[in-house]
C-alpha cells in the first residue's frame, strides 16, 4: 500500500547535496530519518484514541489507556497528535510520528523502478547531454 501522504511533504523532507556536474557525474538527495508529524496523516480524536490512515486505505487507531493519554491538540499545539506521559493534564506530553521520509520513498519496487528508469534512460539522457556538450564548443 501507498503512504498516504502529499508529494509536497516528501519535498520538504528532502534536501539535494552535491549535484552532478560535467566533470563529476555523480549526485546525491538526501532524506530525513525523522517521522513526519501525525499531523500530515489526517488525524481524527476519538473517544477511544486517534485515529490516523498512514497508507491509503488503512486507517489504524492509537489507543488512549488509562496510563497514556493519545490526542490531538489544539491553538498553540497546532493538530499534531500527542501521548501524555502519566496521568492528569499537568503531566509531560510527547509528539507523535509516523514513518520518516526515507521510508516513505525507500520502498523495495520504487528502488526496483528507479533501476529500471536508470537503466533504460540514462544512457538516452547522456547521449543528449553529450551532443549539447559537443555542439557548445566547452
Known amino acids: 500500500a501507498e503512504f498516504n501522504?502529499?508529494?509536497?511533504?516528501?519535498?520538504?523532507?528532502l534536501t539535494m547535496g552535491k549535484r552532478a556536474s560535467?566533470?563529476?557525474l555523480r549526485s546525491a538527495l538526501r532524506a530525513f530519518f525523522t517521522g513526519i508529524s501525525?499531523?500530515?496523516f489526517g488525524p481524527v480524536q476519538l473517544k477511544s484514541g486517534v485515529r490516523v490512515m498512514v497508507k491509503k486505505g488503512?486507517?489504524?487507531l492509537i489507543r488512549t489507556t488509562p496510563e497514556r493519554g493519545i490526542f490531538v491538540g489544539k491553538g498553540k499545539l497546532g493538530g499534531h497528535?500527542?501521548?501524555?506521559l502519566g496521568k492528569g493534564h499537568d503531566a509531560p506530553i510527547?509528539?507523535?510520528f509516523g514513518p520518516a521520509v526515507a521510508d516513505v520513498i525507500g520502498g523495495r519496487s520504487r528502488a526496483d523502478r528507479l533501476v529500471k528508469f536508470a537503466?533504460?534512460?540514462l544512457p538516452e539522457i547522456l547521449r543528449h547531454?553529450?551532443?549539447w556538450f559537443l555542439k557548445s564548443g566547452k
Not at 5 to 13: D, T, Y
Open 38 to 40: 501525525l499531523k500530515r
Open 94 to 96: 510527547d509528539k507523535k
Open 119 to 121: 537503466t533504460d534512460k
Open 58 to 60: 488503512n486507517r489504524a
Open 129 to 131: 547531454e553529450f551532443e
Open 5 to 13: 501522504i502529499a508529494a509536497a511533504e516528501v519535498k520538504r523532507n
Open 22 to 24: 560535467s566533470r563529476d
Open 81 to 84: 497528535v500527542f501521548e501524555r
